[in-house]
């Protein structure tokens, strides 16, 4: 007769209330956050590109609003990309629920905006 498989559980309530995660849980929250700076790294290359090089786009001002907000826009998500990554680590050290997720409805409702702002300026160029 073979033994049960041990109990995840037990041995996770021997460790106390900050047991270290699954490593593939803590690296694909790693990654999470590398996602979340790479979509900031494209919306400030996708500022600069506007900036530098669409000048028949738009005039200097809307152009100018266009980049400053996809820049803005990084900025929010490269500085709330870390405090989520150390939330969610530490809901699954504690074995607690995961935190709501702010930054998904910011990027869209951002993106959303930036985009109907460009087809703007496309059609009246």
């Given amino acids: 007769m073979q033994n049960p498989p041990p109990d995840d559980t037990a041995r996770d309530e021997d460790h106390g209330a900050d ?17 979340w700076l790479r979509t900031a790294l494209g919306l400030v290359a996708g500022g600069v590109a506007l900036q530098q090089l669409v ?19 990084a900025l929010v998500i490269a500085t709330a990309a870390y405090p989520r990554w150390r939330a969610v680590q530490r809901a699954m050290s504690r074995g607690g629920p995961l935190p709501r997720n702010v930054l998904l409805p910011v990027l869209g409702a951002g993106i959303a905006a930036l985009t109907a702002l460009a087809l703007v300026l496309v059609i009246t160029a």
């Fill in 19 to 35: 047991a270290e995660p699954d490593y593939r849980f803590t690296l694909a929250n790693e990654r999470t956050y590398l996602a």
């Fill in 55 to 73: 000048p028949g786009l738009a005039s200097e001002g809307p152009r100018t609003l266009l980049a400053t907000l996809c820049v803005g826009l």
